[in-house]
């Protein structure tokens, strides 16, 4: 049984996009023996309960983390766990949605790997080196004229003949 100042519990409620959504993260200092993870400084429990339209459904995530309790608290732990998710979601959906990801057929070897690398590559150079914010809009641009795509890693003008 964890001792209460091995404990800590944080929780948020948001409301939005039609739904209320509580998140619980209970973190736990006092590993057990049979956790044999090296690095491990915190286990974590996360709690989701959403309603939408009235329908609740209950969702609980067990993690791991190498962050001791004074670098990272429940509720430093729970923030982290909401940006992870949301630069997560932000990335798969541009790489799915924009460079249609899921409907390309390399399946093998390293390919996936290597072409998942390459889409990373093109969303943060056009994040960082262009004044797009829709990636959409960039990839038209690039589409319509490669040289742009081609003066963000190559010290080439724009202006081309």
């Given amino acids: 049984m964890a001792r209460q100042e091995d404990l800590q519990t944080a929780t948020t409620h948001d409301?939005?996009?039609g739904r209320l959504?509580?998140?619980t993260l209970e973190t736990l200092t006092e590993i057990p023996p049979w956790l044999s993870w090296p690095g491990v400084r915190q286990i974590c429990?996360?709690?989701r309960q959403r309603t939408i339209n009235g329908e609740t459904s209950l969702?609980?995530?067990l993690a791991i983390t190498s962050l001791t309790r004074l670098r990272a608290n429940a509720g430093?732990?729970?923030e982290l766990s909401r940006q992870h998710w949301s630069i997560e979601n932000?990335?798969?959906y541009v790489r799915d949605v924009s460079m249609g990801e899921d409907a390309c057929r390399v399946r093998s070897g390293h390919a996936p790997?290597?072409?998942a690398l390459l889409r990373n590559t093109a969303i943060g150079?056009?994040?960082r080196r262009t004044r797009h914010k829709f990636i959409p809009d960039a990839l038209r641009r690039f589409i319509a004229d490669p040289f742009a795509a081609l003066a963000l890693i190559l010290p080439i003008s724009e202006r081309h003949n």
């Fill in 90 to 92: 932000r990335l798969h």
């Fill in 113 to 115: 790997q290597l072409l």
């Fill in 125 to 127: 150079l056009v994040r």
């Fill in 21 to 23: 959504e509580t998140r």
């Fill in 15 to 17: 409301k939005g996009h």
């Fill in 76 to 78: 430093k732990l729970l």
């Fill in 45 to 47: 429990r996360i709690t």
């Fill in 59 to 61: 969702e609980i995530v």
